[in-house]
């Protein structure tokens, strides 16, 4: 949180992820300036929908300045967060208002929840993850810090998903035990449409129903 009113908010990223956390800030802050950031100078200057496009040196900080990353990669996402911290601004949480979101969920710092997602009893989302449109988290549901998880998303109970972990468009996490989550270790790639139902080990890529270990270039 800013100290005062939100005026400027820097998005860092352009490209369609970027437009869309965009339209998402602007539905929860209706006044509040948006500056898109790129860390490569060809693209700064033209303005993407009316927004202005800078080089992320160009960031100006402030009590009225925040920042959210849009950018998929989670790696770019993470180094751009360290960037920006280190430049005075605070990240921001983006909850565009059609989402549901029970009293005892959590959200962190710089997360963004899209349209129509749903995070029930005792959820808790890391700082900088994004669950997009219509994702669906059940009850004690654990997401790590810059993890990505793609529209349609749905997980059940009692499931763990570490941090950078990205899960494709559509896929499924059956639920695991109390006490004894289902767990998808950090850095992993859950294939779209995909249908997790055991534990998958850190940085490992999976796809299928149901889901099982894949060579890198059989996700392309």
């Known amino acids: 949180m800013t100290a005062g009113p939100l005026r400027t908010l820097y998005v860092f990223g352009a490209g369609g992820h970027g437009r869309e956390v965009a339209w998402i800030a602007r539905a929860v802050h209706p006044s509040v300036r948006i500056v898109h950031l790129v860390d490569d100078e060809r693209y700064a200057g033209e303005p993407v929908n009316g927004a ?3 080089h992320v040196s160009r ?3 402030g009590d009225d300045a925040a920042f959210v990353t849009a950018v998929g990669d989670a790696d770019l996402r993470r180094a751009a967060a360290a960037t920006l911290i280190a430049a005075g601004l605070t990240p921001l949480a983006l909850v ?3 989402a549901e979101v029970t009293p005892t969920a959590r959200i962190g710092a710089g997360a ?3 349209p129509g997602a749903f995070l029930s009893d005792a959820v808790r989302v890391g700082a900088h993850a ?3 449109v219509g994702g669906s988290l059940s009850h004690d549901v654990v997401v790590g810090d810059f993890a990505t998880l793609s529209p349609g998303v749905r997980v059940a109970g009692n499931v763990s998903i570490g941090e950078g972990v990205f899960l494709g468009i559509g896929a499924s996490v059956v639920n695991g035990r109390v006490g004894a989550p289902l767990t998808i270790g950090p850095g992993a790639v859950v294939g779209a449409g995909a249908t997790v139902i055991a534990d998958i080990a850190p940085g ?3 796809g299928g129903v149901p889901a099982r270990p894949l060579h890198r270039d059989d996700t392309r």
């Open 52 to 54: 202005p496009v800078a």
């Open 59 to 61: 960031v100006v900080s």
């Open 96 to 98: 565009h208002p059609s």
């Open 112 to 114: 963004v929840i899209f």
């Open 130 to 132: 994004v669950v997009n």
């Open 204 to 206: 490992t890529v999976v």
